[in-house]
T-cell receptor
């Protein structure tokens, strides 16, 4: 069975500090991977997607970047956090066209 | 975005039904998905539709009219535990981008 794991579960970070969030998929080779962000009480917004290792497409950047260093790993990062980065970060995977998205359990980030 | 619109709130009664509506801009449509999201949790996939008509999946059914840019999620025989937010999402401009609506918060009362 496929599993998707996100880390950390939650973080409290200072404005201006760096951030790295991770996502790992097990049990599926070459999945399509996605990063989403949701402000508290807000709408889910897609940030990035990746179809293959080393390739990442931006949808909405929000002063964040993403990388896919391995087939089963997707990383979201920034060198300097803003207050507006607070929210719920979700990683998801799919098999591609006409396939549903399965979300990880998310990382809750508070920037102070 | 794709102008995905949903009503904010919907209330219904246990044992009856609820219809969650969704409208979207039709240009470049590549399919529409429905998700359930509980407070503080990740969305859970319910249904994906790309062709017109009604897709019956038991407790959840979905309808799509591509020419009208309209879909609904129908929940039958409601239970209290169906209380959650229901999110509509359109794939645009390609299969790898999902634009979500703001969600409809369904409250099921006894």
């Amino acid at each position: 069975a496929q599993t998707i794991h996100q880390w950390p579960v939650a973080e409290i970070k200072a404005v201006g500090s760096p951030l790295s969030l991770g996502c790992t998929i097990k049990g599926k080779s070459s999945p399509n991977l996605y990063w989403y962000w949701q402000a508290t009480g807000g709408t889910l917004q897609q940030l990035f997607y990746s179809i293959t290792v080393g390739q990442v497409e931006s949808v909405v950047q929000l002063n964040l970047s993403a990388s896919r260093p391995k087939d089963d790993q997707f990383i979201l990062s920034t060198e300097k956090l803003l207050l507006s980065h607070s929210g719920f970060y979700l990683c998801a995977w799919s098999l591609g066209q006409n396939s549903d998205y399965t979300f990880g359990s998310g990382t809750r980030l508070l920037v102070i | 975005g794709q102008g995905v619109e949903q009503p904010d709130n919907l209330m219904s009664v246990e044992g009856t039904f609820a219809r969650v509506n969704c409208t979207y801009s039709t240009s470049g449509f590549n399919g529409l998905s429905w998700y359930q999201q509980r407070e503080g949790h990740a969305p859970v996939f319910l249904s994906y539709v790309v062709l017109d008509g009604l897709k019956d999946s038991g407790h959840f059914s979905t309808f799509l009219s591509r020419s009208n840019g309209y879909s609904y999620l129908l929940l039958t025989e409601l239970q209290i535990k169906d209380s959650a937010s229901y999110l509509c999402a359109v794939r645009w401009p390609n299969y790898n981008v999902l634009y979500f609506g703001s969600g409809t918060k369904l409250t099921v009362e006894p």
